[in-house]
């Protein structure tokens, strides 16, 4: 059951992404550092780094699950990307903890009827 709402979940992001590849791929030659969360890339490591500290990117990382359920941002993307770097939490992984804990209320819910 939980497997099953992950994947209706994941399955509302648009297809229509990969349409938005080649100008991603433009934008990737110059701006290696990117927000997957926030759409954004960066030029500079130091820049990205600052992002990810920053409020604008909090607020977005606090609606994430919304985010994924509405299709504008790609769950199956890593947080953050940056050349050379470690292989990240897709936003995907990000999501799953809140879901299983919404799950884990619904469960205790139950118990006590
Ligand atoms: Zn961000």
Redesign the pocket.
């Known amino acids: 059951m939980f497997n099953f709402q992950v994947l209706s979940l994941l399955s509302k992001v648009p297809k229509n992404d990969i349409n938005e590849c080649p100008t991603t791929t433009t934008i990737t030659t110059k701006k290696p550092y990117k927000?997957?969360?926030?759409r954004?890339s960066y030029g500079q490591g130091s820049t990205l780094d600052i992002?990810?500290r920053?409020v604008?990117?909090q607020t977005?990382?606090g609606r994430l699950s919304e985010l994924v359920a509405s299709g504008e941002v790609d769950a199956f993307l890593p947080?953050?990307e940056q050349p050379g770097g470690i292989t990240q939490k897709t936003i995907g992984e990000l999501v799953l903890p809140s879901t299983t804990s919404e799950l884990e209320k619904v469960r205790f819910v139950f118990e006590i009827f």
Not at 35 to 38: A, D, L, S
């Open positions: 927000c997957n969360v926030c954004l992002h990810l920053s604008a990117h977005r990382i947080v953050s």
